[in-house]
């Protein structure tokens, strides 16, 4: 009788992953975001947050509930960031898929679009469970929310 091939797919390297999450502050230690949302910050093409598709959706209310909004964002992303690592180790296509949308609604919401199309993607891949793109594209997602959250603290 011949050997039998294996064909169990091997799991995911999430070793770029663990160190992404592992430079994200803890909830308790982002500091609380104050931003000053200044008509040149629409104009910069490097601000992470589209303030005028923010402004469209929250009108008035914007400039009120957007610190807040930004520091629940942050808080419930890392832990989002945290499930993402999981599911990716554990190879479970449907909870990356659920983490996914859900970073992708709270990132749209707060105009932060570059983050919610990664997200998208993402959502994407896992639906099929296109384990070959998955893994970059967390990695992808991490990188903009940690990109976001330092632009954010340093304003």
Not at 21 to 33: E, T
Not at 69 to 89: A, C, H, K, N, P
Not at 105 to 131: H, N, V
């Amino acid at each position: 009788m011949g050997r039998q091939e294996e064909t169990a797919v091997s799991p995911p390297r999430t070793a770029p992953l663990k160190r992404f999450i592992s430079q994200i502050p803890a909830p308790d230690m982002i500091p609380p975001v104050s931003l000053t949302l200044t008509n040149s910050r629409t104009q910069d093409e490097n601000w992470p947050i589209d303030i005028a598709f923010v402004r469209a959706h929250l009108g008035a209310l914007m400039d009120e509930l957007m610190p807040e909004l930004i520091q629940t964002f942050f808080e419930d992303g890392i832990m989002r960031l945290g499930q993402l690592q999981l599911s990716v180790s554990g190879h479970d296509g449907p909870q990356i898929w659920k983490t996914a949308h859900s970073l992708k609604g709270s990132s749209a919401t707060l105009g932060m679009l570059c983050l919610s199309s990664l997200c998208l993607q993402l959502e994407t891949a896992a639906r099929i469970e296109d384990w070959e793109n998955i893994l970059p594209l967390v990695n992808q997602v991490v990188c903009e929310f940690t990109q976001i959250q330092s632009a954010l603290s340093a304003s």
